[in-house]
């Protein structure tokens, strides 16, 4: 491994081992094995089970958005899709992002900023919407007005969580916004001359200097908004947009059905549909923190501070979460495993990519 990678590994544990520590340290862990030992487990395979459509539909997905480039079947896709979903559960990095459309530019011949650049749609799709959910569900979280809760040296109570949900809100407007200024090419265009410009008005710098912070800071960020203008230009009809959105609904509907799905089998977590997409919404934006790889830690931390919010003892939602957490991985790093096997990719030689050429 290079220097970054051991970085972003060490970094990553350190930061897990802590969110572990924040989420389990109250738990007698005598009481949290003899959860497990009655939860239900016919009830977690079949929530693992319904996992794996998820993924399917992100295969349906991603070849809607490489379509205006190359038409491809579905297992073409489906293959370096679960491969890069099950890297970045064994890797650090989240190495993943960057191995499938390094695998799928290497299997159909593919410019590799081509691929990169749907992936970069499709992971701005997620957070797109994952941000409208997070506003909508923070803000009509139903939770008791007296409740406080504390966690890692924070008092929560529902008055800061409904400002989150605003902030958010906002953010999300922000977000778009911004994207559509990146699409129209005039916008776009005098973004990047205002980028290109910015080193100029620098006072007391030289002119070699600031030619040097044109060529290597302010030119990668203008080849960065070509690459997601270049992403969402793949998206010229206005129906493939509709069917990306509605795919997404589904993924991330699909997604928190899993966690209801968990819920029938665990005593002591109810959990409605709707709780169980906030709950879902809140682990999300834990796991958005560097973390090690598979999200051991933020995603425990996440999932008992979100049951908190529901009455759900420390113990049995260290029970639920732990379990949840391991079926949500299972059929990634298995089926990813198969998917590799059959074409050939290396997992090793994975783990060694390096930033290809825009």
Not at 136 to 152: C, E, K, N, R
Not at 321 to 342: C, K, R
Request: with cysteine; net charge positive; glycine share 8%.
């Amino acid at each position: 491994m290079n220097k970054k990678t051991i970085f972003s590994l060490l970094a990553g544990i350190i930061v897990s081992i802590a969110a572990l520590y924040l989420s389990l340290h109250n738990v007698p862990f005598a009481d949290l094995f003899s959860y497990l030992a009655v939860i239900n487990y016919g009830w977690v395979l079949l929530s693992g089970a319904v996992a794996v459509p998820c993924f399917v539909l992100r295969a349906f997905r991603w070849r809607i958005i490489l379509e205006n480039k190359k038409k491809l079947g579905f297992w073409p896709v489906f293959h370096p899709l679960m491969i890069g979903f099950m890297l970045n559960s064994i890797l650090p990095g989240r190495i993943g992002e960057a191995a499938r459309p390094y695998i799928l530019s290497k299997k159909e011949n593919l410019p590799f900023i081509t691929a990169l650049a749907t992936v970069a749609v499709e992971r701005l799709m997620d957070m797109g919407f994952l941000i409208i959910l997070s506003a909508a569900v923070l803000t009509t979280l139903d939770i008791a007005p007296d409740l406080t809760i504390s966690f890692g040296g924070y008092q929560l109570s529902p008055e800061n969580l409904s400002s989150a949900g605003k902030g958010l809100l906002r953010l999300c407007l922000v977000v778009i916004g911004g994207i559509l200024m990146v699409m129209v090419p005039f916008t776009r265009s005098l973004i990047q001359k205002l980028i290109l410009f910015a080193p100029e008005i620098l006072p007391f710098c030289t002119k070699a200097f600031k030619h040097h912070l044109k060529e290597k800071l302010m030119q990668p960020v203008v080849n960065w908004i070509n690459l997601f203008s270049a992403g969402f230009s793949l998206l010229k009809n206005p129906a493939k947009i509709a069917q990306c959105f509605i795919l997404t609904i589904l993924i991330w509907g699909g997604t928190a059905l899993t966690y209801y799905v968990m819920a029938k089998g665990c005593p002591g977590v109810e959990l409605s549909y709707p709780k169980s997409i906030a709950l879902m919404v809140i682990i999300c934006l834990f796991i958005a923190l560097p973390s090690a790889p598979g999200y051991w830690g933020l995603w425990e931390a996440g999932g008992v501070f979100g049951l908190s919010l529901f009455g759900v003892p420390a113990k049995i939602a260290a029970g639920y979460t732990l379990t949840n957490h391991f079926i949500q991985l299972l059929p990634v790093i298995v089926i990813g495993l198969i998917s590799a096997m059959v074409t050939g990719a290396g997992i090793f030689q994975m783990a060694k990519i390096r930033k290809e050429p825009l």
